[in-house]
């Protein structure tokens, strides 16, 4: 069974930062998908960033030069350093996972809130 756990949001003020941790456990964690979504209230989930097994990122519009998404294959833990932070980037934060073992099905993690005073 595959587990992924997001933790480390909170609140903080604007321009201030957050890193966000994503724990995978139940499989090879080096050859999945990783990525990082956002959902605000009213708002439909919206991807964040994803990192590939090779470790190609690729980023939203609204967060390019403040997010950095990374991987510690070592740890089965993916990352979300986040800098800079506006109010409007207040949202639950769901990182998921696709294992490519298991057809390329996709594992989701209970969200973590982050919260962006102004």
């Known amino acids: 069974q595959v587990q992924v756990v997001e933790s480390g949001g909170g609140l903080v003020q604007a321009g201030g930062s957050l890193r966000l941790s994503c724990a995978v456990s139940?499989?090879?964690?080096?050859?999945?998908?990783m990525g990082w979504y956002r959902q605000a209230p009213g708002k439909q989930r919206e991807l964040v960033a994803t990192?590939?097994?090779?470790?190609?990122?690729n980023y939203a519009d609204s967060v390019k030069g403040r997010f950095t998404i990374s991987r510690d294959n070592a740890k089965n833990t993916a990352y979300l350093q986040m800098n800079s932070l506006k109010p409007e980037d207040t949202a639950v934060y769901y990182c998921?996972?696709?294992?490519?073992?298991?057809?390329?099905?996709?594992?989701w993690g209970q969200g973590t809130q982050v919260t962006v005073s102004a």
């Open positions: 998921n996972a696709k294992v490519p073992a298991l057809n390329w099905r996709v594992f």
């Open positions: 990192i590939s097994s090779g470790g190609s990122t």
């Open positions: 139940g499989s090879i964690f080096s050859l999945n998908v």
